[in-house]
Structure formats: C-alpha cells, structure tokens
C-alpha cells in the first residue's frame, strides 16, 4: 500500500509532471476550458485510456509475462505518441524506483517498459496497482489544467475526488481491457507535430 | 437467426485467386464475381434485414498462400433493435496466408441497437491484409444505440493491433478524450510490408503500428469528410 501511495503522490520523482495525457492539446483546441469540460475530459480519459493503463499493471501485479504484456500493450496502442507518453514515463518511474526500492525484481521488466507495468511489478497487488494506474491517468491531466487553464485547484479536486476511479480500477481486474480512444489518440498526434511552446511532453 | 458462412480463395495452377469454398448462410450471402484473374472479388450481401437483436453471424475467410482476395459489401448495415431487446454479435475471422482487402460499407448504430461485432485476423509470415471501418453514431437526428468492435490482427501469433472502441455512452461520445462529439468515426487497417508516410490532420492520423502496419484514423461529422482520409493511404 505504502509503495502505491508514493507512486501515485505528485512528489514522486518520475517525471509524470512533464506529461499532460492529452489535456495541453484539448486545452490549446479551446476543447477543455474550464470545469465542465474538464470533467468530460477526464470521465473520457479514466474510462478509456485509465481502464486499459489500469488492466495492465493489474495483470503486471498479477505475476503475467512481462514481455508478452508489454507487446499485448503496444498492439492496444496505435499512436505512436501515446506509446512514446508511456515508456517515457515508465523509464522515468524505473529510474527513481531503482534508488527507491532496490531489492523489487525490476530486472524482470523488458528494456524501455510501458509504465502500467512498472506500477504493477512495483505495487504487486492487482486492485491496488490498477487504482495506482487509473488515478494517475486522471490526476496528472487535472493538475495540468490546473497550471494551464489556472483553475480553482478547489475546484479541480472536487472533480477528481468525484471520478469513478475505484470503479475502473475493479473492472480492470477482471480482464485485460483493450478499450481505445480515437479522440486521445488524435490529441497526442497532434500534439507532437504541434509547433511553439509546448509545456508538456503529451 | 444463428447464420455462419465460410469462404475459402485459393491460388490454382495457372496464378488465378479462385473461390475453392463458398457458403453461404442467409443474411450471410456471398456472391462470387465471374471474372477470373489474380485477384477474386467476393461481394458480401446481407440478404435478410440484420443484424436485429438476438441474431448471431459468423463469417470465416481463409487465404490461401499466393491468393488475393477482394471481400467487399453492397450497402451500409444498419444496427437494430430486436423485439427481446437481446444483444445481436457478428464474428469475422481471417486464417490469411494471401492477400485480403475486407471493404464493407458503413455501420449505423440506430437508437436502442446493442451489438458487437468482432473482427479477428491470423496473419502468416507474408500474409497482408487492408480492413475498413467506418461507424455512424445513429441515423440523422436519431441518438446512438450501443456497439462495441473489437479488432485483433496477429502475424504468426504476435499481436500487431487489439482494439476495442465502444460507442453510446453519451459521457465518453461527448468527451475530448472519447469521440470528441463527432458522429462518424473510421479506421483503416494495413498490414503489409509497406512504409508509408506518417501523417495527421486535426481529427486525423496515419500513424505506424509498434510491430508493422499502418493504421488511418479519423473523427468527422459525415462519411465523406472520413472517408476521403481513408482512401488516401
């Protein structure tokens, strides 16, 4: 439980700050503007992308086969971004786990692994590696809202705190999702080819 | 109604595709075109009002080593609803060593239809593959009934793309990060040796799969406008 909490604390030093999941897209399109739609925004995310992240590191906690689940992973993740947005975060999360938590068999992941992955060989306990994933799918793009769009982060919270996370994190236990989102994956292409200051890495 | 169909397209002696096996199970009617060439067009020709809810096709398709196979539908299919109000499912499976391209025309999803349509695909070592869908969220002016699709390619058992999208739940629909409001969402399956251009557009993206493939995307609020981006790759 311990690890989890860290993990999915915003302090934790694996570079998830640097990733809006889509958000700083939506917001530069005038799509995400203010709480209403970034409720939409997130309800979509958490129910699509979070369910799918979530199954992963469930089946990941679970003891699966790390590398055939990360290849599983990849066919479920057409956009190119949306799989660099991953890796990235799950190098950054191996990178401050390696100091972190020495003795966990990090070496059974494949090089370069998604980050559902690394939360659920980390956590290694299905539900709470899920409820890890699903929350991180919504909290970094509600506090990317927050600096982006300057929210209430009163507000914001409210809406995360209100989110069917525990929800998503059960279902995800019971199979391997493979719910796509064309709309997210539209966003994070987009993102990329996006020329002019962008904050974020997606 | 229960209907399963099976098609079999082999390469004979003298280089043609030609149809080895071809059963047809109403609404499942498969009509072999007469001309005789490398390639073997297959028109697939609901010929029942399907599916309604409680019904339950099957359509299997083998390729086999050399052969081309052109498998494509006539009219758009129309989800609807049953009298039970019982789910309708639909299972396409590919067993390809060939070559297939599978155009059916666009799905609608009337108000109240609740299906799944799943398509499979085993791809050998040189095998390809090219599969269309196009998804219209209700007719005009009429609110999406509920679909789920699912796709799964595979090259010599490695998973190349899974994908699952549901449509009509309103909060996903609606959502930047689900289909974005748009009422017409389409994709373009190819799986080839072929390195094409990465490319995208405000609501469209052909992007490179991890293990091979291409796949075109798009978001749009008619068939046309989607359409148009899925004939371009």
């Not at chain 1, 100091?99 to 090089?111: E, K």
């Not at chain 2, 109403?26 to 809810?53: K, Q």
Request: hydrophobic residues 45%; neutral net charge; contains cysteine.
């Amino acid at each position: 439980m311990l690890t989890a909490l860290i993990l999915a604390d915003s302090r934790f030093p694996g570079g998830g700050h640097v990733h809006s999941g889509g958000l700083e897209e939506a917001a530069a399109r005038g799509l995400v503007h203010d709480e209403p739609t970034l409720e939409s925004f997130l309800r979509g995310r958490l129910l699509t992308a979070g369910l799918l992240a979530a199954g992963f590191a469930a089946a990941a906690a679970r003891g699966g086969d790390l590398g055939r689940l990360d290849a599983e992973l990849d066919a479920r993740t057409p956009s190119p971004a949306q799989r660099e947005a991953s890796r990235a975060q799950g190098r950054g999360m191996l990178r401050a786990a390696r100091r972190a938590w020495p003795h966990a068999q990090l070496d059974l992941l494949p090089p370069n692994p998604h980050q559902p992955l690394v939360i659920g060989l980390l956590v290694g306990e299905p539900y709470e590696a899920a409820l890890t994933c699903a929350y991180l799918a919504v909290s970094g793009p509600a506090s990317a809202a927050v600096r982006l769009l300057g929210l209430d982060p009163f507000g914001v919270n409210a809406i995360v705190a209100a989110l069917p996370v525990q929800d998503v994190a059960s279902r995800a236990c019971k199979e391997l999702p493979a719910l796509g989102s064309p709309a997210l994956d539209l966003l994070a292409e987009a993102h990329v080819r996006r020329e002019g200051v962008r904050l974020f890495g997606s | 109604m229960k209907a399963s169909a099976r098609l079999v397209v082999e390469l004979d002696s003298h280089g043609n595709s030609v149809v080895r096996v071809l059963r047809s199970q109403s609404p499942l009617t498969l009509v072999p075109h007469r001309r005789v060439g490398p390639v073997a067009l297959v028109h697939l020709v609901s010929s029942v009002t399907a599916p309604l809810g409680g019904d339950t096709l099957s359509l299997t398709v083998e390729v086999g080593p050399g052969a081309s196979l052109d498998l494509r539908g006539v009219a758009a299919t129309l989800l609807l609803p049953g009298s039970s109000g019982a789910l309708s499912s639909s299972v396409v499976r590919f067993v390809v060593s060939g070559s297939v391209r599978y155009l059916p025309e666009p799905t609608v999803v009337t108000s109240r239809a609740n299906h799944t349509a799943v398509v499979e695909a085993e791809l050998d070592g040189h095998a390809e593959l090219r599969t269309r869908e196009v998804l219209v969220l209700g007719r005009s002016g009429e609110k999406s009934g509920s679909l789920s699709t699912l796709v799964r390619a595979t090259r010599c058992g490695k998973p190349l793309l899974h994908q699952q999208l549901v449509v009509g739940d309103p909060a996903v629909d609606a959502s930047p990060a689900g289909l974005a409001g748009r009422r017409v969402v389409g994709t373009e399956l190819v799986l080839d040796a072929v390195d094409r251009a990465e490319g995208g557009g405000e609501w469209w993206s052909v992007v490179p799969l991890a293990a091979g493939g291409t796949l075109a995307t798009a978001l749009g609020d008619d068939v046309v406008t989607v359409t148009r981006v899925l004939d371009a790759i």
